[in-house]
């Protein structure tokens, strides 16, 4: 120990012998052995320099990652960047969209002040925008209030008309019965109002001519003018058919199929409940047997009857109770006519049906078509053909629908195929019959339900279809008609050759023969 440290103090001695040690310690773990106090400070200055130079080593190594870091998230903040640009316009864009409708609610304002209060003039008008609000809501509430108002009303007549309904449901139907006295005064009340039918105007027409010059013509055609009231002269004379040309194309006799029905009907069929009426498809001579019959026959049971009830009270009914045109099989007992339909017993009225001569029922059809479509018009009609021998397609509305057939000549065959196969009481003649057998076809008819046919027969004059609608307009009178069916010239008016030829190969020959009509002869 040397003299300094001798004379320090015992601490300062103690820590000076801590460092040397903790120093000696260092450099024999580092390898070296402890020096002389020169060596051993150096030797602390260069480790102590050492540690400084790996300090700042360790520092520039940092330095350099963060710089790499820093140029990397650089790039990653530019597209950051660019969205923050964008931002900025959007924000500038919202701002101008906000101040320009702050500027509308101004004006809004400012029109509502203008626009809404008192204008009686009684009080001095109150201004500024919020009276206007104030009185355009008070407008509002009210409008909201009155409609509600209306649909409470409207719900309480609806709950008021279900409940009335089903009231009226829930009460017993009260039957009305009379008191014999009230039925005898009822049918005497009848009996005066009805005119007997030998005072019918159409019958009292009959004496006032008497055509005695008949200049030539047949005593049949005389007899049938005569019952018309038609005054026969010698212009007329000369364009009338002969009786033989009639002859020769319809028989010197009506033809009347299903009189074997007769019976059956007058037995199963009470006579205040028996109705007779016309039916078949249109321009068949319907409305003629409905006049005629109106006019010279009566069902005197009918009077009084309870179940029907027509104009004249004859039991004569202008149609059936399902349609006088529509087919049998899908109509009656299935389907009520709009017109003398409603409550009639269907199964007790009888049909007298109406067929025409084919020829001359396609004339009609082109002069007046009803609810018939097919491809033809004025100067092409029937064509029942077109350029290629292709049939001319027709539809037919009937009283529940449409119906189609290849050709209105497939229409005619079925139409009467079907009335053909009915077994229920019912007849059917030609309208050939009806115009030039006219008394005698009605008589038949009115025979076969027990009616009283008059002794003064009386034809209707003019169109049996002249009732003010336009759909029958143009209809033949009398004296038309027995012009137009009396000449077998006009049988085979419009017919083309292709027409002829597809009618004689497609006409059905059983209801040609069986209502005694001729094929007309084919084109050379």
Not at 163 to 191: F, M, N, V
Request: overall charge positive; hydrophobic content about 30%.
């Amino acid at each position: 120990m040397d003299r300094t440290s001798r004379d320090r103090p015992p601490s300062a001695r103690h820590t000076n012998s801590r460092l040397s040690s903790r120093s000696s310690s260092s450099h024999s773990r580092n390898g070296h052995r402890a020096p002389q106090d020169n060596t051993s400070n150096s030797s602390l200055r260069s480790s102590r320099e050492n540690r400084r130079q790996s300090k700042r080593t360790t520092r520039s190594n940092s330095d350099t990652s963060y710089s790499r870091r820093s140029s990397n998230g650089s790039k990653k903040t530019q597209p950051a960047e660019r969205s923050g640009s964008g931002g900025n316009f959007a924000k500038l864009v919202t701002t101008v969209v906000m101040f320009l409708a702050i500027a509308d609610l101004i004006v809004l304002w400012t029109s509502i002040d203008a626009t809404i209060g008192d204008q009686t003039g009684d009080m001095p008008r109150q201004t500024g925008p919020e009276v206007g609000l104030h009185q355009l809501t008070e407008k509002r509430t009210t409008d909201i209030q009155f409609q509600l108002m209306n649909d409470i009303a409207r719900k309480q007549q609806e709950q008021a008309k279900q409940e009335h309904e089903q009231a009226k449901q829930q009460r017993p139907k009260k039957r009305r019965t009379r008191s014999e006295s009230d039925i005898r005064r009822i049918d005497e009340e009848r009996r005066r109002r009805y005119v007997p039918i030998d005072k019918v105007k159409n019958v009292a027409k009959v004496n006032k001519v008497k055509n005695t010059d008949t200049f030539g013509v047949d005593e049949h055609i005389v007899k049938i003018l005569t019952a018309a009231n038609i005054k026969l002269d010698e212009e007329l004379a000369s364009q009338l058919p002969t009786w033989d040309d009639i002859v020769s194309m319809y028989g010197d006799k009506p033809i009347i199929h299903g009189l074997e029905t007769c019976q059956t009907y007058r037995d199963t069929v009470v006579p205040a409940d028996r109705m007779l009426g016309p039916a078949g498809i249109f321009n068949t001579g319907t409305n003629l047997l409905f006049e005629l019959m109106k006019a010279n026959c009566n069902i005197k049971e009918a009077m009084t009857s309870t179940t029907h009830r027509e104009p004249h009270r004859n039991g004569m009914r202008f149609q059936p109770p399902w349609g006088k045109h529509n087919p049998p099989s899908n109509y009656r007992d299935q389907h009520v006519a709009k017109f003398w339909g409603e409550g009639i017993n269907q199964t007790a009225f009888f049909p007298v049906v109406m067929i025409k001569d084919f020829y001359h029922w396609a004339g009609s059809q082109c002069r007046h078509s009803y609810t018939t479509w097919w491809d033809h018009d004025k100067d092409r009609c029937p064509n029942l053909v077109d350029a290629w021998n292709r049939p001319s397609r027709t539809t037919v509305k009937f009283g529940r629908g449409q119906l189609h057939y290849d050709s209105i000549l497939d229409l005619w065959n079925k139409y009467y195929q079907e009335w053909e196969e009915q077994t229920f009481p019912h007849l059917t003649t030609r309208y050939e019959d009806l115009l030039f057998h006219g008394e005698e076809v009605t008589k038949i008819a009115c025979d076969c339900v027990g009616g009283a046919f008059t002794t003064n027969f009386a034809y209707v004059e003019g169109s049996a279809k002249e009732n003010g609608l336009p759909i029958h307009n143009g209809a033949n009178g009398l004296i038309k008609a027995l012009l137009q069916y009396g000449k077998s010239a006009n049988r085979l008016s419009g017919f083309t050759d292709r027409d002829r030829l597809y009618a004689s190969k497609t006409l059905d020959s059983d209801l040609v023969n069986r209502y005694g009509y001729s094929a007309p002869p084919l084109p050379t």
